[in-house]
């Protein structure tokens, strides 16, 4: 007689750079990952957006052994608008694995991997900014995060850019002096910043690669330079922005919070930025708790879509630490790198 297939679930955390997929039995076994690229259909398009999903999860449940898919949490970032979710949604319930789909921003998974309730806020900084407040009633605090056009600033892309800026002013006279000029140009073999600029221009250096500036932007700011320190200390003040309205509209402003931090740039924990968002937190929320997750946030998206299966208290905390120390043991600690940079508009 044919033993009857496993029952689980399947766990996708969807960045710009990277998707993260896992079929996880209810138990705790992991029994497949896999990777793809990133989440991005505003750049590629919905539909090879979605086939290049529906591959990688192919892929993981074949090498899962087919087990019996339970339920499946999709967590991508990209999915900013109701109307977003709802699409990705409708898509992967066509799939017809389970009619058991829930899928969200990335900032829920990043939230559920720093906390054991689905309470606090989660401000996430990749190549782009973006951040969720859940509070205790059900109230909900969402930003747009698509860019300029929706008041964001403080990604990884936006980092770049901003210290490109610097760096083009230092050289020709209109702005202070800075160390980035030189970095940046000796970095991408140039001999100026303006060279720089000059090849991404013409298309011999790719823009995605501006994102290798923040490693260099955030050394030339421990290192000193005032104009690195300025642009660090305005991501700063973004995050505790976000973070700060969005306890408020949830109502955790004077009540025991946690503020979860993730993201390349934030999981990153420079000191100069963790340090000033603490202390930006703290001087109006005091009572609120900044946490940096030692996992990435597939962590999260593997609880999420645990979290609707019927597992009792005593099950779920041994569920849970099976699947942490599963994830400490492999490539999902929390990895400070800046994705790819998203279309900003």
Known sequence: MTAAPQAAVIAIDGGNSKTEIAVVRLDGEILSTTRTGGHRPHSIGIDAAERELRDAVDAAVSAAGSPAIRGIGAYVANADFDVEERLLRDRILAWGLTPDVQVGNDTLALLRS???????????????????????????????????????????????????????????????????????????????????????????????????????????????????????????????????????????????????????????????????????????????????????????SILLALDRQPLDTSERSAVEARIRASLLHGEHRRAGTIPVPSTQY
Do not use: K, Y
Not at 143 to 148: K, V
Not at 278 to 290: D, E
């Open 114 to 300: 720093g906390v054991d309730h689905r309470v606090g806020v989660a401000v996430v900084c990749g190549a782009g900014i973006n951040c969720v407040g859940l509070g205790r009633h059900g109230e909900v605090a969402r930003f747009a995060a698509i860019g300029t056009i929706t008041g964001d600033w403080g990604g990884g892309f936006d980092l770049s850019l901003a210290a490109m800026f610097h760096a083009a002013r230092a050289e020709d006279g209109r702005g202070p002096r800075t160390v980035l000029a030189e970095s940046i140009a000796r970095h991408f073999g140039r001999d100026t910043a303006l060279g720089v600029s000059e090849a991404v221009h013409l298309g011999e250096l790719d823009q995605t690669r501006l994102h290798e500036i923040v490693p260099i932007l955030f050394q030339a700011a421990s290192l000193g330079d005032r104009v690195a320190q300025q642009i660090v200390e305005r991501q700063a003040q973004e995050v505790v922005a976000m973070a700060r309205v969005a306890l408020d509209r949830v109502g955790l402003h004077d009540t025991e919070a946690d503020v979860v931090l993730g993201g390349g740039v934030l999981a990153a924990d420079h000191p100069l930025l963790s340090d000033a968002v603490r202390a930006g937190i703290a001087a109006t929320h005091p009572l609120a708790r900044v946490i940096i997750p030692d996992l990435s946030p597939l962590m999260g």
